[in-house]
C-alpha cells in the first residue's frame, strides 16, 4: 500500500510541476486558439467550402467535427501538444542528471517511466478535455446539426490518440540522449504515424494504410454516425497501440546502465 500511495505522489507532483510550467502553458494557449479559430472560420466559411467538405462526409452534421478534429486537432495533438510534453522526459533528466535523484528514491525504473508517462497525459487531459467541452456551447450555435455523442465520443479518442503519442514520445526519449535530437525524432515519427490518415482520401491503397495507424481509429467519428459499442473497439484499439511503445520503452530503460 506505501508503494501504490508514493508512486500516485509521485505522479501528482510530477503533474503539477508540467502543469504549471512554461509548456503546460503553451499546451493551454495551443488549445484556446484552435477552438477560437476553427469557430472563427467554420462562421466565416464561404458556401463553395462546404462543397469541398463534401468529399470527405456528405453528412452536414459531421462536417464540423472532420474540420475540428479530422483536419486541425488530430493534427496539432500529434506533431506538436503531445510532443511538447513529453519529448524530454527521460532524455532531459539523464542531460540535466536528475537520474540519480529519482531513482534514489524507493520506486522502480518501471515506476519512473509510468510516471513520466501519466503526468504527461494527465496534463494533457487538463488542459484539452475543459476546453474542448466549454466550446460545445460555442459550436452549438453555429453548428445545429453537432451531436453531443459524436462531439464527445471523438474528444475522448483523441485524447487517446494524445496517450499514444506519449507512448511513442517516451521511447523516443529513452533512445535518444539528447533534448532536441528527442523532438526532431519524435516529429518525424509521429509525421509519419499522421500522413497515410491525412491522404487516405485520395486512394484505397493509402485508405487501407491508415487502418493501421491509431489516427484512423481516433478521428472515425469525424466521418461517421456515432455509435457506442464502435466507439468502446476503436477507443481499446488505440489504446492496445500504445501497449508495445510501452513495453519497448520499459525493457530498453531496464537494461540502461545508469
Not at 509548456?23 to 477560437?36: C, D
Not at 462526409?57 to 496539432?76: A, G, R, Y
Not at 457506442?228 to 520503452?249: D, G
Amino acid at each position: 500500500m506505501s508503494n501504490e500511495i508514493r508512486m500516485r505522489d509521485l505522479v501528482w507532483q510530477s503533474t503539477i510541476r508540467l502543469l504549471f510550467s512554461f509548456r503546460g502553458l503553451l499546451a493551454l494557449l495551443f488549445s484556446i486558439f484552435m477552438l477560437v479559430m476553427v469557430a472563427y472560420i467554420y462562421d466565416k466559411l464561404p458556401p463553395a467550402f462546404f462543397e469541398l467538405i463534401t468529399i470527405f462526409t456528405s453528412d452536414p452534421s459531421l462536417q464540423f467535427q472532420w474540420l475540428f478534429f479530422d483536419n486541425f486537432m488530430s493534427k496539432l495533438i500529434t506533431l506538436f501538444v503531445a510532443p511538447m510534453l513529453i519529448f524530454d522526459a527521460i532524455s532531459g533528466d539523464r542531460a540535466s542528471e536528475r537520474f540519480g535523484i529519482m531513482l534514489a528514491r524507493p520506486i522502480t525504473r518501471t515506476q519512473y517511466l509510468l510516471m513520466k508517462l501519466f503526468s504527461a497525459s494527465l496534463v494533457f487531459g487538463i488542459v484539452f478535455l475543459p476546453i474542448v467541452a466549454l466550446g460545445y456551447p460555442v459550436f452549438m450555435s453555429i453548428v445545429h446539426t453537432l451531436t453531443l455523442e459524436g462531439y464527445f465520443g471523438t474528444a475522448v479518442l483523441v485524447y487517446l490518440l494524445a496517450f499514444f503519442t506519449m507512448s511513442v514520445g517516451i521511447l523516443v526519449s529513452t533512445l535518444t540522449k539528447k533534448a532536441v535530437v528527442s523532438f526532431i525524432a519524435m516529429f518525424g515519427v509521429m509525421a509519419v504515424f499522421m500522413m497515410p490518415n491525412a491522404t487516405k482520401y485520395t486512394s484505397d491503397a493509402l485508405n487501407s494504410l491508415s487502418m493501421a495507424t491509431p489516427h484512423y481509429y481516433a478521428t472515425y467519428f469525424s466521418s461517421h454516425a456515432f455509435d457506442a459499442a464502435t466507439f468502446a473497439v476503436y477507443a481499446v484499439v488505440v489504446v492496445l497501440f500504445s501497449i508495445p511503445f510501452i513495453v519497448a520503452t520499459i525493457w530498453r530503460f531496464g537494461k540502461e546502465d545508469l
